[in-house]
């Protein structure tokens, strides 16, 4: 199943609390994990990206926590800012290859 | 300025009318993409290209055609397009190594009537 699930469709947050957006995926080929964030009217950027032998990675206020057994993992923004309002893509890719399967998408907006 | 640059932004067209979109890259990156994004179903990977005359088919490639001739340019052709490939989309480049950033132009807004 090449499917990866996110979740949830769309988030409101107060300023200084922590977005959560979690996904979910089936195919155990899949071993790597980026974050791809997105403003409107542009494409998305890397945000931070995981492999599946770490099971946490922090770049500033963005942190990803990966459960390689239960094949999820999720994104968490501290200390959210009106200027985190954007669109969230979680993605994986399938080992050895560079095809890259995106999810749905979070729409995030942060109350000032 | 490192960009990856697409033509044209938006465009409007009637069905069955063959059109290109092109894509090109002045970062000197040896893999390229396009993707498709649609609402409810996010971005979903057409073809790409791992080097010059190295492609393959990604997620949804049905419709669509591709060709890497030179190192800078990946268009991306729609032979006969069909009201079902309106949509957003963008093309990507990155160095190689699979834990390269890619870098995404601003997208082609495509109609197609």
């Known amino acids: 199943q090449q499917q990866v699930k996110q979740s949830p469709q769309s988030l409101i947050v107060q300023k200084g609390g922590i977005s959560i957006i979690n996904c979910a995926y089936e195919n155990t080929a899949f071993d790597y994990f980026p974050w791809y964030q997105q403003f409107p009217g542009k494409g998305p950027a890397l945000l931070i990206a995981?492999?599946?032998?770490?099971s946490e990675k922090k770049e500033g206020r963005f942190t990803i926590s990966f459960n390689k057994s239960a094949k999820q993992f999720s994104l968490h923004i501290m200390d959210s800012q009106p200027g985190d309002s954007a669109t969230y893509f979680c993605a994986a890719s399938v080992r050895g290859t560079y095809k890259y399967i995106f999810g749905t998408g979070t729409r995030l907006k942060v109350l000032a | 300025e490192a960009q990856v640059t697409q033509n044209p932004r938006y465009l409007i067209t009637v069905t069955g009318k063959k059109l290109t979109v092109t894509c090109s890259q002045n970062m000197n990156h040896e893999y390229m993409s396009w993707y498709r994004q649609d609402p409810g179903l996010g971005l979903r990977q057409i073809y790409y290209s791992m080097n010059v005359e190295v492609t393959d088919k990604g997620d949804v490639p049905e419709g669509y055609k591709v060709s890497r001739k030179e190192k800078r340019n990946f268009p991306l052709i729609l032979e006969s397009p069909s009201p079902n490939q309106t949509s957003l989309y963008f093309c990507?480049?990155?160095?190689?190594?699979?834990?390269?950033?890619?870098?995404f132009g601003d997208g082609t807004r495509l109609s197609i009537l």
């Open positions: 990507a480049s990155s160095s190689p190594g699979r834990g390269q950033p890619q870098h």
């Open positions: 995981i492999r599946p032998d770490v």
